[in-house]
């Protein structure tokens, strides 16, 4: 592997701020680089491609675990793809669910407008329905069962 960029380099090539690319190291997601003689670290085209899959990853909300176990398949490209699947489609139940909430508070929060009169806060919606959790029906859809 061809180690010739300073930790600068990595960091513009791979959109990854220089602390997080040192975070990454610390916690194993990055393997050390080798250092110059004075001590600096140097990076390689591979690095900055794993950098890369990790910045990616982090942007589709993917946990550091997640990412680990995703780097671990990518460097055995011989294994079955099954557990990259299941990491996925956790992920896309985890975003279908956030959707639903925050479809469900849109909803909320265009019925507590559409009441409103713009008259006084005495007959405010928006400030009878904040006054009152048990009006919301945001709250109760998505309240567990007591």
């Given at each position: 592997?061809?180690?010739?960029?300073a930790i600068?380099?990595?960091s513009e090539a791979s959109g990854v701020k220089v602390p997080t690319i040192r975070y990454y190291e610390q916690i194993g997601l990055l393997l050390p680089p080798p250092r110059t003689d004075g001590g600096r670290r140097t990076y390689g085209q591979a690095d900055v491609e794993r950098l890369s899959f990790i910045r990616h990853s982090r942007e589709l909300g993917f946990e550091i675990d997640q990412i680990r176990t995703l780097l671990q398949l990518q460097d055995r490209?011989?294994?079955?793809?099954a557990d990259?699947?299941?990491i996925a489609k956790a992920r896309l139940s985890e975003v279908q669910d956030k959707i639903a909430s925050l479809t469900a508070l849109k909803a909320e929060l265009e019925r507590m407008l559409e009441g409103c009169s713009l008259g006084r806060v005495e007959t405010c919606r928006v400030i009878d329905i904040l006054a009152d959790h048990g009006k919301c029906k945001h709250h109760r859809q998505n309240s567990p069962p007591q």
């Open positions: 592997m061809n180690n010739d960029m600068g380099g990595a490209p011989e294994q079955s793809c990259a699947d299941v």
